[in-house]
């Protein structure tokens, strides 16, 4: 092979040391290129990011200032009564398992069963003959005593006069006085035995002790009873009748001080279910000593029962009213939200920049009282004002809405006739408690605070 010093080439034509050391220079220009091209690319992604995400801010933005559809209900102010609530025991005012006094063979039923009785209504019959022969036996004796206390009155007499004459010696006068004495002694019981046999007697006629409804008889005629043993029926006084219900001992003072002064408390009875209201009566008393197991103390209260709508063992609701609120700001229960800053509820307005929309502002609320879907605000919200009680979900401060009216308000139905709705008595400002109903139950949504 031969080299030529002027080309800078081989005879065989391989590339010289100079062709080689230029090569060097083009590899970090196309490296140089590629990652210009891609910075290119990496900046058109993040343009292209940054403006998906503007067109969301954007479409967000229009979302926001979209009027949001909310129902609303006004503020209502109205009388409200404020009570606390209670699961009671209907019980008979008086209750009487009536007996026999006297043995015997049960002769006649004279009463059906479930009927009314009057107080001394004659309601069954023991055989009374063995009684009457009694009677007669001891009517008997005394008619033989009076004739023996006779005959010792006349020997007495003849016996002082002949002593006076001096016949007969003191001792004669003296027994003769001392047997009628005893004759006298006599007849006292004799007149005792017949009292006690005329009650026996009486006795034979079992008679209604109270007036009430008589039960199912629990002996057929012909058996044989026992005095003061065997059960025959059972009679309950239901008009009036009376209710038993504990209340916590925390709640008790207040129940004493408005039984104190004011003497008469409405006790209204509902339904098990709590809903249908039933009668109205009035407290009588609380007992004289709490429960130390429980924490509560009873109290009854007595209802007239003139339609006989309680029964002896039923379970009501009673709802002891407390107090009369005459102008009390009720509003939906769902209206009432939570937040970081408290409680509060979206209350409606014009908008101020035009004055044909609405917008919605946040009211911080102070409760008082809850019930089931109404509560009693103390202060936050004005009569005339109207809470937004369905699509709180999305809403802010001064956001535009859309108004509607429920077809079905939240405002609750006045449980009794004229009283509005009632609720649950608790000092202002307490969270909420359930009610002992609720304790008890679990079954009702009292709240109080």
Not at 59 to 75: C, E, F, I
Not at 124 to 138: F, G, N, T
Not at 258 to 279: C, E, G
Request: aromatic share 6%; with cysteine.
């Amino acid at each position: 092979m031969s080299l030529d010093l002027n080309s800078g080439h081989s005879s065989d034509g391989s590339i010289s040391h100079d062709q080689h050391k230029g090569g060097h220079w083009l590899r970090p220009v196309i490296y140089l290129l590629l990652l210009a091209l891609f910075a290119f690319l990496g900046w058109r992604i993040y343009q292209n990011r940054l403006a998906k995400e503007r067109a969301e801010e954007a479409s967000s933005a229009v979302l926001l200032n979209r009027p949001t559809p909310v129902s609303v209900v006004p503020v209502e102010q109205k009388p409200m009564p404020i009570y606390l609530t209670a699961l009671g025991t209907v019980t008979p005012y008086y209750s009487v398992t009536v007996k026999a006094r006297v043995n015997g063979q049960l002769d006649a039923v004279k009463f059906i069963e479930g009927q009314q009785v009057s107080e001394g209504q004659t309601i069954m019959v023991v055989d009374p003959r063995p009684y009457k022969a009694a009677l007669d036996q001891a009517k008997g004796n005394l008619a033989h005593d009076e004739a023996l206390l006779k005959n010792a009155q006349a020997e007495y007499a003849r016996y002082k006069a002949l002593y006076q004459a001096g016949v007969v010696s003191k001792e004669t006068l003296d027994a003769d006085e001392s047997a009628e004495g005893q004759y006298v002694g006599a007849i006292e019981a004799d007149k005792a035995a017949i009292e006690t046999a005329q009650l026996s007697l009486d006795w034979c006629y079992i008679k209604a002790p109270i007036r009430g409804r008589i039960g199912l008889r629990l002996v057929d005629p012909g058996n044989i009873i026992t005095a003061n043993t065997t059960n025959l029926v059972v009679i309950n006084q239901i008009q009036p009748i009376a209710v038993y219900f504990t209340l916590p001992e925390n709640q008790l003072p207040q129940v004493l001080h408005k039984l104190a002064n004011d003497r008469k408390l409405q006790a209204d009875a509902y339904d098990r279910s709590d809903t249908q209201h039933i009668t109205t009566g009035e407290l009588l008393t609380a007992d004289n000593q709490i429960d130390t197991t429980t924490g509560t103390d009873k109290l009854k209260a007595v209802f007239d029962n003139k339609d006989l709508q309680l029964f002896p063992n039923q379970f009501v609701n009673i709802h002891l009213v407390l107090e009369e609120r005459p102008d009390a700001l009720v509003i939906p229960s769902a209206a009432i939200q939570t937040g970081s800053q408290g409680t509060f509820v979206w209350v409606t307005a014009p908008d101020p920049k035009d004055p044909t929309k609405t917008i919605v502002r946040r009211k911080s609320v102070k409760i008082a009282l809850a019930e089931g879907q109404q509560t009693i605000l103390d202060s936050g919200v004005d009569s005339t004002d109207k809470v937004v009680v369905d699509g709180t979900e999305r809403l802010r401060d001064e956001a535009p809405v859309t108004v509607s009216t429920p077809r079905h308000s939240t405002q609750g139905t006045t449980s009794a006739p004229g009283s509005g709705n009632p609720f649950n008595a608790a000092p202002a400002g307490n969270a909420p408690l359930t009610s002992p109903r609720q304790s008890s139950s679990q079954s009702s949504g009292r709240r109080q605070r």
